[in-house]
């Protein structure tokens, strides 16, 4: 078992090879914002979740990759997140019609 090999291809893999200046500097202003959030209690309930975002956003850029910009076709959790919320506002402005702009697997469902 060659768990050196394992781990260095699993650290390989991760997204941190991959960022730039920017991502590094934002994940930072991220754990600035938790820290008086949690530590100092500066508005917390919003300060919680922007941070998180942030986090999310800069530490997996692809979560919020388009379709059309992927090889393999697929985007990330959060533009599947907003197509599904785009959807749901949709359908309920149309009094229950299925959502015009969506893909069939949501306006299926």
Request: hydrophobic share 50%; net charge negative.
């Amino acid at each position: 078992m060659d768990i050196l090999g394992t781990l260095s291809n699993l650290v390989a893999q991760t997204a941190f090879f991959n960022l730039t200046l920017g991502n590094y500097i934002m994940i930072v202003v991220a754990l600035v914002f938790l820290y008086l959030a949690i530590a100092k209690d500066y508005e917390p309930l919003l300060l919680v979740p922007i941070a998180f975002g942030m986090l999310l956003v800069n530490i997996y850029p692809d979560i919020i990759a388009n379709p059309a910009d992927t090889t393999n076709g697929t985007g990330g959790l959060l533009y599947y997140f907003y197509q599904l919320d785009a959807c749901i506002i949709s359908i309920s402005s149309t009094n229950g019609r299925s959502c015009p702009h969506s893909s069939s697997w949501v306006s299926a469902r």
